[in-house]
């Protein structure tokens, strides 16, 4: 029986399918996958996946993992290994990063194109990076690979460029995986705001805060010195696999409160005019009592435009060593519009029960529905697109679908989806709303749509591919 792993990122999905070489009991849940058969690699953006066996996902590992520790770290080491990896990551821009794959049947050199390249941005690249982290923490994955990584020595350095200038707020966190450990033991700690009183209830609350997890695969690895949030910038994030491993707070009651508490404190300390053109999304996990404990940038645009929202003033920053990530966490998706509008909403929004509201809405989230939805969505939207692309930036639209395939309404997602939505044919075939969470009488599947300046389409779901 073939088993399939996914780890899945805003950016990124990996998808790992193999064997076991062990016999299975057939009441285990999650049986362990020892042999590899085929690794794919999905980004956003990207219309064709990267795909490979073992030694592709060996070379992609180390690779990126290499690469990213050298370019948060501004070390790169003097002496090359002999040869050339299958898969090879090289900057091109200050946020762009091409990864490229080679032939494994052919011998390649310098000289030698590759068979495959893609051009990922800072995002891309570290959500690719902790999809690696959440399958080194997988035990019941490949347990036998391992990720070795040394400390580069710092007579390696070549540029006389400050730290700070050349680290990039990336929104990774306190990851797991051994190269993220590695980097950010290099990065300044952030400013901590003291408490006006050590009260003993202001005392107890200081002492819960996360605590790093530890790569049972990676092995041994330095203690980071730092935050993984901690960057120039004094941003604060968290990670994926934090934000998904904390307990989820159920009550809806105290759901509601947190939320209005959120948006007052947000909107409270929100004191910089925008210049950002396109919205800033964030997903923002906040505790009991109200503190954000942390967030993670989930488009490139609330990447670059951070500190123009008062996240890193507002982030709790826990005290090391404290276990502030065993609390129950509401989660949400905060959006600073360029308008200066403030959104708050449920980051997972949970169907109500048709006892309370018979108009509650309620999401079509079967994998095999949504598979069969998509291609639909896509030849639809494609035969009646004939107008040809005046805008030089991508318009995003989040699009929802009734079973059926017939599009109930959109909404744009960012600025140049709104000036150039004339362009698109999405108001022939269902109505434009600002509020995507109108009730309906019928359960919705829901997509994001992409219009490209080169007239291409991409059509994929709004959370993702999912197992």
């Not at 194109?113 to 019941?140: H, M």
């Not at 079973?403 to 269902?430: C, F, H, R, W």
């Amino acid at each position: 029986m073939t088993i399939q792993r996914q780890y899945n990122l805003p950016n990124c999905t990996l998808i790992l399918e193999g064997l076991s070489d062990t016999v299975t009991a057939s009441s285990e849940v999650r049986p362990l996958m020892s042999i590899l058969v085929n690794a794919e690699c999905h980004f956003v953006g990207h219309t064709n996946p990267l795909v490979g066996g073992r030694d592709f996902f060996e070379s992609l590992i180390n690779a990126v993992s290499h690469y990213a520790q050298e370019f948060l770290s501004g070390i790169h080491p003097v002496a090359k290994k002999s040869g050339m990896g299958l898969v090879e990551v090289h900057r091109l821009e200050q946020q762009i990063h091409r990864l490229s794959v080679h032939d494994p049947d052919a011998k390649h050199s310098e000289a030698t194109p590759p068979q495959v390249q893609l051009d990922l941005t800072t995002v891309q690249l570290f959500d690719l990076i902790e999809a690696i982290d959440q399958f080194f923490a997988d035990s019941q994955t490949l347990p036998d690979l391992s990720l070795q990584l040394t400390p580069l020595p710092r007579r390696d350095v070549r540029s006389s460029q400050p730290m700070v200038k050349r680290a990039v707020p990336v929104a990774v966190g306190a990851s797991t995986l051994a190269a993220a450990i590695a980097l950010f033991s290099l990065l300044p700690f952030p400013k901590v705001r003291q408490p006006d009183a050590l009260t003993p209830q202001a005392a107890k609350q200081a002492t819960s805060s996360p605590s790093p997890t530890t790569n049972p695969k990676a092995g041994a690895s330095p203690s980071p010195t730092a935050s993984a949030s901690a960057s120039p910038t004094g941003a604060a994030a968290i990670s994926e696999t934090a934000l998904t491993s904390a307990p989820a707070l159920t009550d809806p009651v105290k759901i509601k409160d947190l939320e209005a508490g959120l948006k007052t404190k947000i909107d409270q300390n929100w004191k910089t005019q925008p210049t950002f053109k396109e919205e800033l999304v964030y997903r923002v996990g906040v505790s009991a009592n109200g503190d954000i404990l942390g967030y993670k940038y989930v488009n490139s645009a609330a990447l670059d435009f951070v500190n123009e929202t008062p996240l890193p003033d507002l982030y709790y920053k826990p005290v090391p060593g404290s276990t502030k990530n065993s609390e129950p966490l509401a989660q949400y998706r905060v959006v600073f519009t360029p308008s200066g509008q403030l959104q708050v909403s449920p980051w997972q929004e949970t169907a109500a029960s048709p006892l309370a509201s018979p108009l509650a809405v309620t999401e079509i989230t079967d994998p095999e529905q949504i598979k069969a939805l998509q291609p639909k969505l896509y030849e639809r939207i494609d035969q009646s697109w004939k107008t040809k692309p005046t805008f030089d930036k991508d318009l995003t639209f989040k699009v929802r679908l009734k079973a059926d395939g017939t599009i109930v309404d959109y909404k744009p997602m960012n600025q140049p989806a709104n000036d150039y939505v004339k362009e698109v044919p999405l108001s022939d075939l269902g109505t434009l709303t600002s509020d995507d969470t109108s009730p309906s009488a019928e359960p919705l599947a829901l997509f994001k749509v992409v219009f490209k300046p080169d007239g291409k389409l991409e059509v994929s779901p709004w959370r993702g591919y999912q197992p």
